[in-house]
């Protein structure tokens, strides 16, 4: 499975960004797909992810302003991004988990800057 990313931009604060990352194939069979984010000089952490069961999780500094989400006829998942904060500002990967035993996949980072 190769992932692209895009999306990113510079928004000001409080404003919305729609990050989308692209499967080369069906994710239908994908088991868990997930939005991370890297800051500078922190560890890459989890901000999102889905299942194929539509189960959700967040971090808890997003929850309420980002929504993940996918459209299996055009096999992406996307991550609705609202209220930014300068805090937001990263580079964010997506990620794919599929098959047994589970493969973990990693598209290409998409950088995302929330200034005024």
């Known amino acids: 499975v190769q992932l692209q990313a895009s999306g990113g931009g510079l928004v000001q604060p409080g404003g919305s960004l729609r990050l989308s990352c692209a499967a080369s194939?069906?994710?239908?069979?994908?088991?868990?797909m997930g939005w991370y984010r890297q800051a500078p000089g922190k560890l890459r952490e989890l901000v999102a992810m889905s299942n194929t069961d539509g189960g959700t999780t967040y971090t808890a500094s997003v929850k309420g302003r980002f929504t993940i989400s996918r459209d299996n006829t055009k096999n992406t998942f996307y991550l609705q991004m609202n209220n930014l904060k300068p805090e937001d500002t990263a580079v964010y990967y997506c990620?794919?988990?599929?098959?047994?035993?589970?493969?973990?996949?990693w598209g290409q980072g998409t950088q995302v800057t929330v200034s005024s």
């Open positions: 194939g069906t994710i239908v069979s994908i088991s868990f």
């Open positions: 990620n794919a988990i599929k098959g047994v035993p589970p493969t973990t996949y």
